[in-house]
């Protein structure tokens, strides 16, 4: 799907750059210019949660509400009519809660709650130039940027209904927490923007980059009830870190983006 999009962008963009080398900017009837030119602004939101949502309604299954797992911000600045300099911010955080009920102890008419809570948390900021082709409502665009961030993946905590006890021994996970994560990397991106009003554009973009990224150290937090003292004992463990190399393929977005 992803080839077929690159594919189709190349060729839409090729066709709309020699039907427009002669032309100056796109403007409409009354001479408002459509198009970004040398010193304009953009700023733009990555819409993805949205059309997937509305991609829904079409679907056997129906559309659910967009979960907003994550924030994508871009912006824009021209130095030519061509060319441009622009940053992403990402910002990622979910987080998730199970309950799940459970006979109290030493009573099994009454149900208690057990609750797990996940998180995670993904922080990035993109720098790059981007190179645009074309003159008309359609233009295609590619470029590089590179990209710092900083996040964790699936942390738990866990809360019970249940006290520990001589009955009710354990010993049970408490937390578990990985370690906090630094990555940078290096991408190209290509992409296509249609203006649907002056100054207003929707598109999409696919991104295909390395990163490296370091992880430290987590922690696994554990409980249990000690027999001889009769206390509860908490048992934390560390967990190594890691880090890796990788050529990774980006997600596609699809962008909303306004220029000033």
């Known amino acids: 799907m992803k080839r077929i999009f690159i594919t189709i962008s190349i060729v839409l963009c090729a066709m709309n750059w020699a039907a427009a080398q002669e032309k100056d900017l796109l403007t409409t009837n009354n001479g408002t210019v459509i198009v970004p030119q040398q010193g304009s602004f953009a700023f733009g939101v990555d819409a993805t949660p949205v059309l997937k949502y509305v991609g829904g309604l079409f679907s056997d299954n129906g559309a659910t509400t967009p979960v907003f797992t994550y924030a994508g911000f871009y912006g824009k600045y021209f130095l030519a009519d061509n060319l441009a300099l622009r940053g992403k911010l990402r910002l990622g955080y979910n987080s998730n809660t199970d309950v799940s009920l459970v006979p109290e102890t030493g009573n099994v008419d009454k149900m208690v709650e057990n609750k797990t809570t996940t998180s995670n948390m993904d922080i990035s900021l993109s720098v790059g130039i981007e190179k645009r082709i074309g003159a008309t409502r359609l233009q295609g665009f590619f470029g590089g940027e590179a990209t710092f961030g900083t996040g964790f993946s699936n942390n738990i905590n866990r809360t019970y209904g249940n006290p520990l006890s001589s009955v009710n021994s354990g010993p049970r996970q408490l937390s578990s927490k990985a370690g906090?994560?630094?990555?940078?990397?290096?991408?190209?991106?290509?992409?296509?923007?249609?203006?649907?009003?002056?100054?207003?554009?929707?598109?999409?973009?696919?991104?295909?980059?390395?990163?490296?990224?370091?992880?430290?150290?987590?922690?696994?937090k554990?409980?249990?009830?000690?027999?001889?003292?009769?206390?509860?004992?908490?048992?934390?463990?560390?967990?190594?870190?890691?880090?890796s190399f990788k050529f990774d393929n980006f997600d596609g977005s699809f962008t909303l983006t306004f220029y000033f």
């Open 180 to 220: 906090t994560a630094f990555f940078v990397g290096a991408a190209v991106f290509t992409g296509v923007e249609y203006f649907i009003a002056p100054g207003i554009a929707i598109g999409g973009e696919l991104g295909w980059g390395i990163v490296y990224s370091s992880k430290g150290r987590g922690e696994q």
């Open 222 to 243: 554990t409980e249990s009830w000690n027999v001889t003292s009769q206390k509860i004992d908490t048992i934390t463990v560390e967990t190594g870190g890691e880090s």
